[in-house]
């Protein structure tokens, strides 16, 4: 699908709006409809290439949003549920397991290679791949993620303010 995304071209460049083509949600995948997006420092920190995310790049990893699309095998939240995205996670390391996601033994590839583990990155466009970072990009009008990177919030809450319902929800 077609999607508006800002783009970071260049170590420390200014974020740019360009059009990107996003693909399909692949089993364990979710398109989420972004309605906002905060911009945290780590972002920053990828624009200025101190984590050497491969750019370009589609940055952004708290943005509160609706679910669009699922691929197969997606049980945890269903198109129209309301979320809150945050970082990716293996689920299958020791730490993982103990619902301890945040100190998973692979945090740094699943949110810091730009990439899904085959190397593939959702959005593209003709001049070739464009990455990610934390198995998302919220900077657009819509990211795809995984499932694991959701954090699902009541209907009834102001999506506006995601990213302080974040915070709460993540590290409550
Ligand atoms: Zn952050
Ligand atoms: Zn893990």
């Not at 990009?137 to 990211?143: G, H, L």
Request: some cysteine.
């Amino acid at each position: 699908m077609l999607i508006t995304a800002a783009t970071t071209e260049a170590k420390g460049a200014p974020f740019t709006l360009s059009p990107l083509e996003l693909a399909d949600p692949r089993p364990g995948e979710v398109v989420v409809r972004m309605v906002g997006a905060g911009v945290c420092h780590t972002d920053l920190v990828v624009r200025d290439q101190w984590y050497p995310v491969p750019l370009p790049a589609v940055l952004g990893h708290e943005g509160p949003g609706v679910v669009a699309s699922v691929g197969d095998g997606v049980t945890f939240v269903v198109p129209d549920d309301h979320v809150v995205l945050t970082f990716n996670s293996c689920g299958g390391c020791r730490t993982c397991v103990q619902g301890r996601p945040a100190y998973c033994d692979q945090f740094f590839a699943y949110n810091f290679a730009g990439s899904r583990g085959d190397g593939s990155t959702p959005p593209h466009r003709e001049a070739g791949d464009v990455h990610g970072v934390f198995g998302q990009s919220s900077f657009a009008t819509y990211a795809l993620a995984t499932e694991r990177n959701l954090v699902k919030v009541d209907q009834t809450a102001p999506l506006e303010k995601g990213t302080a319902l974040k915070a709460v929800l993540t590290f409550a």
